[in-house]
């Protein structure tokens, strides 16, 4: 049997949910979106929550609606999905890629202080992996140099930052904060995502911007400014509304499967291995993925094939934005030096995660890597 990298878990409830959607007529712009933010927005404990379809697009307009635009700079991390880049150069804005934290993969607010210039105007912060960013350092930074914070958080729905009055949950840090829920993240409708406000003129904004520029209370051929279509249909927001009222439950799944790996890679004791934190000091973790460090000098692409010869998916979790050849002619992108994000992302290997992964194809999993590791260093010495 084929172990894939990550399998969305549907239950009854969300095939009833849509269904049930499709006996209405109803499949865009009815009730089940204004119900779907209102959870999302419960859930986080923040005033709005704006639909959308898809996280990238959720960036982009949480860009528009702050104002960020040409001659701006935007602070984002180089060891991330690539739509973090994408959305800063599409409203004419730069992004400036900073450094990493070498064990919680989110920007390191050291680094961020550095690449700070006259032309900074935001920081467009992700929660990597799950795991929550420093946002403390970060909100600090932003208010001494008066700067926004778009936080990303389509890796980490239900992660949280433990303070003394009790937990806070990524996505209400920062002045807007972005969902995804495409069908690997922990939550998903398909496609979509959402934006988390705390400032009512902006969740307007946002409502406005993703159905064409249309004004609120004016009529379908009213545009108060140019828009788009990044609506999310009735359909995905049933099936996320039962995604998130099982979200405690997901969660749990996840920690349970990542707890498993951690045991697992432990008895095996694989030389060079370096496994994820499964605890990190006033964090919870919201498991996105679970993602290895190959021992140094391992041929990664060929612990892949080996892999995937045994049905095995596996994923090179993140390539960074600033090697690739769309973002490598970016000004002063020559001159980047970002040594940590580099050699960690040579090295990363995502490893099949999803909530219903089981301990027996996990062994398998754990025995595969094992055994492909081993081959590619005889193979490499012969
Ligand atoms: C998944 C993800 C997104 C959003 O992706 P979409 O496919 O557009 O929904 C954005 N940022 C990060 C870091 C992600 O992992």
């Known amino acids: 049997m084929p172990i894939p990298l990550s399998s969305p878990d549907i239950t009854e409830a969300e095939i009833e949910a849509v269904t049930a959607v499709l006996r209405t007529p109803q499949l865009s712009l009815g009730p089940e979106l204004p119900a779907f933010e209102a959870a999302l927005a419960e859930y986080h404990k923040v005033p709005h929550a704006v639909a959308v379809s898809s996280g990238t697009a959720g960036l982009h307009l949480a860009l528009l609606t702050l104002g960020i635009g040409e001659g701006d700079e935007v602070i984002v991390p180089s ?77 980490a729905i239900g992660a949280a930052i433990m303070n003394p009055e009790g937990s806070q949950t990524v996505g209400s840090f920062g002045d807007l904060a972005v969902l995804g829920f495409y069908p690997n993240k922990q939550v998903t409708t398909g496609e979509g995502g959402a934006v988390l406000a705390r400032d009512t003129a902006h969740a307007t904004r946002l409502r406005s911007l993703r159905n064409q520029g249309r004004m609120p209370s004016g009529d379908w051929l009213d545009h108060a400014e140019p828009g788009f279509n990044y ?110 994000t580099e050699s960690i992302a040579r090295r990363t290997l995502a490893l099949p995660f999803f909530n219903r992964l089981n301990s027996d194809p996990q062994e398998q999993v754990v025995a595969a890597l094992e055994q492909a590791i081993a081959d590619v260093k005889n193979s490499t010495i012969a």
């Open 79 to 155: 060891f991330a999905f690539v739509a973090v880049a994408n959305v800063v150069a599409q409203v004419r804005a730069t992004p400036v890629f900073a450094e990493i934290d070498p064990v919680t993969l989110n920007l390191d607010p050291h680094a961020v202080e550095r690449a700070i210039t006259a032309h900074t105007r935001a920081l467009l912060v992700v929660h990597t992996f799950g795991i929550p960013a420093d946002m403390h350092a970060l909100r600090s930074i932003a208010s001494r140099h008066n700067l926004l914070i778009v936080e990303d958080a389509c890796e």
């Open 231 to 340: 609506r999310l249909s009735d359909l995905a927001c049933a099936l996320g509304r039962v995604q998130l009222s099982r979200i405690k439950e997901i969660l749990a799944l996840r920690r349970n499967v990542a707890e498993r790996y951690q045991q697992l890679f432990i008895e095996a004791a694989i030389p060079g291995l370096e496994v994820p934190p499964l605890h990190l000091p006033d964090c919870r973790i919201s498991w996105f993925v679970y993602v290895v460090r190959l021992p140094e000098n391992v041929d990664r692409e060929r612990v892949r094939s080996t892999l995937a010869e045994r049905g095995i998916g596996t994923g090179r979790y993140f390539a960074p934005i600033h090697l690739q050849p769309a973002w490598r002619t970016l000004p002063g992108a020559a001159s980047l030096q970002l040594p940590v």
